[in-house]
């Protein structure tokens, strides 16, 4: 695979969870590489890596994968409900930033101070 594939690979493999950088990734690979634990090959312009003798041995003696350890327990449905809420809750007030006047952006931007300091009231358990 290439650097990118892997960050997609690792990203589905762990739910979602987790989704390593390229600035993670790329590093990685070529302290990888310099270890002699994979090798690369440029084709069509793209550098693909594959475990040597040496790193799959190494893969097979380690932990277990991290991205099985991201995704484990995690409530999916209930991180999806958070993601739909968050993204709408942006969208909405990204439309009146846009869209509205300023007195509407003014208020849009009250909501969005009063709604973040009611969930901090909720960890510290007041109403």
Same mark, same amino acid.
């Given at each position: 695979m290439h650097g990118y594939e892997m960050i997609q690979e690792i990203g589905e493999r762990s739910g979602g969870a987790w989704k390593p950088s390229p600035g993670s990734v790329y590093p990685t690979l070529q302290l990888l590489e310099d270890e002699g634990l994979i090798i690369s090959a440029s084709e069509g312009g793209k550098k693909l890596f594959t475990l040597t003798e040496s790193g799959r041995g190494e893969a097979e003696s380690g932990p277990e994968a991290p991205w099985e350890e991201a995704g484990r327990g995690a409530d999916w449905e209930g991180v999806n409900e958070i993601r739909q809420a968050g993204f709408g809750l942006m969208e909405a007030f990204g439309?009146?930033?846009?869209?509205?006047?300023? %007195?509407? /952006? =003014?208020k849009a931007l009250a909501v969005i101070? %009063?709604? /973040? =300091?009611?969930l901090y009231l909720i960890l510290a358990d007041e109403h």
């Open positions: 439309q009146v930033w846009k869209t509205g006047s300023a %007195d509407q /952006r =003014k101070n %009063d709604a /973040r =300091k009611k």
